[in-house]
């Protein structure tokens, strides 16, 4: 080959051959090179555009349901007995000192309860219509000091916010909206109404704003921007900052040259999404594959001169050396080289006349009928044409009973499968062919002189492929009276497949069998959507219950919907993926992450398999659990004796800094001191009192404060209840008891 890689020395036929030949193999690739360019456009294109619609419909349902839970809190609000005895009073501007501390206290409790059942839900709080107060789940609180924490305003009686809304309507107060510190979370504002139907009061539902905010950012992945308008156009969430009105949003991201994707939320409320990914990164990935391509483009012009150098070469050896044949004695180049085109002339008329057409037939013969038979059963061409075509190659479906088995398997051997195809014939009774898809899938078209034979036929069959060991799965059609319903055949023996069959008896059923037992009508429960949630909580008990509960929906009589069994695995890896994630709750997944949905029983084994994690979760997030109340514990601890000399001190100090009800952290405190809150920082603070009055001579009122007490006489009080004489009185009888002290020692 190296005389080629000199042009000077190659013949000019060579030459024409190579420059003929490189010039195709140049447009091939250059060809190539734009649809790979285009094709990569279209598809970074694609991805974007998909990613702002998925984001925005997963905003618009996260925001949906937010909405809908808080309408429906507006209910729940109102079925509490505890607030319905405060509304029975009549009395108009009633102020809360008035009332029973005890009912009050019962109905904080009763929103604490509510308020735990929904974790995007912070804080709940109702105003009852003309009154001066507002029962939250922290406490009772004026209103003018519940208002003031909103608006930083005294209340208005004639706001909005304390004025009955039409049933169905509500108000909505965006984090951050009013001033620069309040509020620090949103609020949801609608009606409380009672059983009858009556509104008392309007309900403020403070939303978790980390909460919130995780889920919208989870929602829209990354490098999506996104804005949430309520009705009127006003921005409630924004991945940044600007809070731009909707039109202003819209005409500035188009004067950008972005895309926005815009969804609407829901019908009752009117709110929407829109969403988009920076046009910069769908430019940035554009010339990073434009680079790309010509990179391809040059590499591969490079590489096809000495391919193309080769070829050819392999190609003229042959003319040359029959040249040669013909006269060797010739030294001429120009006269070998007329030779060489007078050969070639001849050869390719030779090549050109006869084709070795009856070689190649048998060679594709198998293919040719394998590819009718499928174009035939999924109805791609004209029925006619193709059993013409067919009936060409000795296929003939001369018989009008029909049946199709489909065939889902591991490594299927299509010698396999029309071997057994060809031992189910039987002459002038029974044809039967095998259409081989890939080596997982394959369907059987039985042809019969009658039902009876068809249904003989499909018996043994099915018979074969329960007992091969490549075949996991078969579905049988109904038995068809005319070629006319083969398509119909053909679908329904491959959706059978789409299910998963009982595992006790044959590896699959017939279509009869599967609709006989209605699960095609089972649609996929929703129980699901607040697995994580429940599981996250420690309700791992409620989470089995509704593990089961979703089976005995889409398992009926032992079958069940493959894509249902898909989702039942997915959720459960979520689940297992964010608790491990967001908590370090490890559990081991592999049986889980192998389950196929075409195993044998693969209902039961994945209902056997998710409930042994379901046990394994539970012990490890108990064990989760209580290591983080004990660290909570010590915390609380910790820091109620680091502050216990703070005049400010209190239960509700501690439930905040903690982020727990005022009764669990008098209840761990009781715990773990064996006495109350107030006992324990009382006791404590008259004991650092006692030794101050030993060893000091502060008066008594700046040792009041010094141990936390804004009041002198509450210090009086508590200190002669634990020491049982007054601060004057202890230190009289202290000082005496040190004078004493020194006399002895001196007499000594």
Request: charged content about 20%.
């Amino acid at each position: 080959m190296s005389r080629w890689l000199h042009l000077g020395r190659m013949p000019k036929m060579f030459r024409r051959m190579f420059q003929r030949s490189y010039l195709v193999y140049a447009a091939i690739v250059l060809v190539f090179s734009v649809g790979l360019a285009v094709w990569m456009r279209y598809n970074a294109e694609e991805k974007y555009a998909d990613a702002a619609s998925r984001a925005a419909a997963s905003l618009a349902e996260i925001t949906d349901r937010w909405l809908s839970d808080s309408q429906k809190m507006s209910v729940s609000a109102g079925q509490i007995d505890e607030l319905l005895q405060l509304a029975a009073h009549e009395t108009a501007e009633m102020d809360f000192s008035s009332l029973d501390a005890v009912l009050l206290s019962s109905a904080q409790h009763a929103l604490v309860a509510a308020c735990a059942v929904d974790m995007d839900i912070s804080h709940l709080g109702v105003y009852f219509y003309d009154r001066k107060y507002v029962v939250t789940d922290t406490g009772t609180l004026g209103l003018d000091r519940f208002y003031q924490s909103l608006f930083a305003a005294q209340a208005d009686p004639q706001s909005e916010y304390l004025q009955s809304l039409s049933p169905g309507r509500f108000l909505f107060i965006r984090q951050g909206a009013v001033g620069n510190m309040a509020p620090a979370a949103p609020v949801f504002v609608t009606s409380v109404i009672d059983r009858n139907g009556k509104q008392f009061g309007n309900l403020f539902i403070f939303w978790n704003s980390r909460s919130t905010a995780a889920a919208l950012a989870a929602a829209a992945g990354e490098d999506v921007y996104y804005s949430v308008y309520d009705a009127s156009g006003e921005a409630m969430f924004s991945s940044d900052s600007q809070f731009l009105p909707l039109e202003t949003r819209l005409k500035m991201l188009q004067a950008a040259g972005e895309r926005p994707v815009t969804v609407p939320v829901s019908t009752f409320s009117k709110w929407s999404v829109v969403t988009g990914v920076p046009v910069s990164n769908l430019y940035r990935q554009l010339w990073h594959g434009f680079f790309v391509v010509l990179a391809v483009l040059g590499a591969l012009l490079l590489a096809g001169i000495p391919l193309t150098l080769f070829l050819c070469a392999k190609n003229y050896a042959p003319i040359q050396a029959l040249a040669y044949c013909i006269s060797p004695h010739q030294d001429d180049a120009t006269s070998q080289e007329i030779e060489y085109e007078a050969l070639l002339a001849a050869v390719t008329g030779i090549i050109a006349g006869k084709k070795n057409f009856e070689e190649q037939f048998l060679i594709y013969r198998p293919l040719l009928i394998n590819s009718l038979l499928m174009e035939l059963l999924n109805g791609a061409q004209n029925k006619e044409e193709t059993l013409s075509a067919l009936r060409t190659l000795d296929v003939s479906i001369p018989f009008p009973y029909l049946q199709c088995v489909s065939v889902l398997g591991v490594n299927l051997s299509q010698t396999a499968m029309l071997a057994l195809a060809q031992e189910l014939r039987v002459p002038e009774r029974c044809a039967c062919y095998a259409a081989t898809y890939s080596s997982r899938s394959c369907i059987f078209l039985l042809n019969a002189d009658s039902e009876e034979t068809c249904r003989e036929a499909a018996a043994m069959l099915e018979s074969r492929l329960d007992d091969a060991a490549a075949v996991r799965e078969w579905g049988a059609s109904e038995i068809m009276d005319s070629p006319d319903f083969l398509e119909q055949a053909n679908l329904h023996a491959r959706k059978i497949l789409d299910y998963a069959v009982p595992g006790q008896g044959p590896k699959g059923c017939d279509w009869p069998a599967l609709e006989d037992s209605g699960v095609m009508q089972r649609s996929r429960p929703d129980s699901l959507r607040n697995l994580f949630p429940t599981f996250a909580v420690g309700r791992a008990a409620e989470a089995r219950e509704t593990i089961l509960d979703y089976f005995d929906r889409i398992i009926v009589n032992g079958f069940a919907a493959k894509a249902h069994l898909q989702f039942m695995q997915e959720s459960m890896g979520f689940c297992l993926d964010r608790l491990h994630g967001e908590y370090g709750v490890c559990c081991d997944d592999g049986p889980l992450r192998r389950w196929s949905p075409d195993d044998r029983d693969a209902a039961q084994a994945l209902k056997d398999i998710v409930l042994d994690v379901c046990r394994t979760l539970q012990d490890a997030v108990e064990a989760l659990q209580s290591r983080r109340q004990e660290q909570e514990e010590l915390a609380l601890l910790a820091f109620l004796d680091e502050h216990l000399f703070d005049v400010d001190l209190s239960l509700t100090l501690l439930s905040n800094r903690f982020a727990l009800s005022e009764s669990v952290v008098s209840r761990r405190i009781k715990g773990l001191t064996g006495q109350n809150f107030l006992d324990y920082v009382n006791q404590k603070r008259i004991e650092q009192a006692a030794m101050l009055l030993r060893q000091t001579e502060t008066s008594v009122n700046d040792l009041a404060a010094a141990v936390g007490y804004a009041s002198d006489i509450t210090f009086r009080r508590l200190f002669k209840k634990y020491m049982g004489v007054t601060p004057s009185e202890y230190r009289s009888a202290a000082l005496a008891a040190a004078g004493q002290g020194e006399k002895n020692s001196s007499d000594g």
